[in-house]
């Protein structure tokens, strides 16, 4: 349907290993998220940059009015002294929720060989005064999971299956609000259905 990139970098504080558990794909999935995110305004421990990111919006969510789309891609920067790439992820861009939208953004990266998961949120209420702060800012935790709750294996097939179906327990050890940065180098990196996909954006951004 349609292929993008994509960079959100921001200031993100240390959090006290508060205890997690990644949600199953859909609705609640980004619950807590901004409540968390919320807690280190202000704190500079370090910088995460997702740096990046290869969308593949694959197609539209029918019973959310909203698109899916896989992260196949990217590079995560200010967990680890290295830059980390990216084993797997999702997005589900404006899909509906309680009060208005979200886009939702979940990587998977492996840091000391340990799955560390990058889960993010933008909750769009609807309405143009709002929507571009709404669609540019990224709240986050990074959640340093249970390496035995990866049953599924360790391909890129298992890790997304679980990344998916959730119910996997860890612990925020970060957390902080990240900007979308490099707008015109994502606006040139689409590719595909380009008209009809920011016809849908722009319609379900200012729509509740």
Do not use: N
């Not at 504080?13 to 508060?18: C, H, L």
């Not at 680890?80 to 939208?101: H, I, K, N, Y």
């Not at 709404?134 to 990866?150: C, E, Q």
């Amino acid at each position: 349907m349609i292929r993008f990139r994509e960079r959100m970098v921001g200031p993100v504080g240390a959090v006290a290993r508060e205890p997690w558990v990644l949600r199953p794909r859909g609705p609640a999935a980004a619950d807590g998220i901004v409540r968390v995110a919320g807690t280190t305004v202000g704190a500079r421990d370090s910088v995460l940059d997702l740096a990046d990111l290869h969308v593949h919006v694959t197609g539209t969510d029918a019973d959310r009015d909203g698109y899916r789309a896989v992260v196949h891609r990217g590079t995560v920067h200010g967990i680890g002294p290295e830059p980390l790439p990216v084993v797997c992820g999702f997005a589900d861009l404006l899909t509906r929720s309680v009060g208005g939208r979200r886009m939702h953004y979940r990587v998977l990266v492996l840091h000391r060989g340990r799955p560390v998961v990058v889960d993010g949120v933008k909750a769009v209420r609807g309405g143009v005064r709002t929507a571009w702060t709404a669609t540019t800012s990224l709240h986050t935790v990074v959640v340093a999971v249970d390496p035995s709750a990866w049953s599924s294996g360790t391909d890129a097939g298992g890790w997304t299956r679980r990344l998916e179906e959730g119910d996997v327990p860890g612990e925020v050890v970060a957390a902080g609000v990240l900007r979308v940065r490099g707008l015109l180098r994502q606006g040139t990196s689409l590719r595909g259905d380009v008209l009809g996909f920011l016809t849908g954006f722009l319609r379900r951004t200012v729509v509740r």
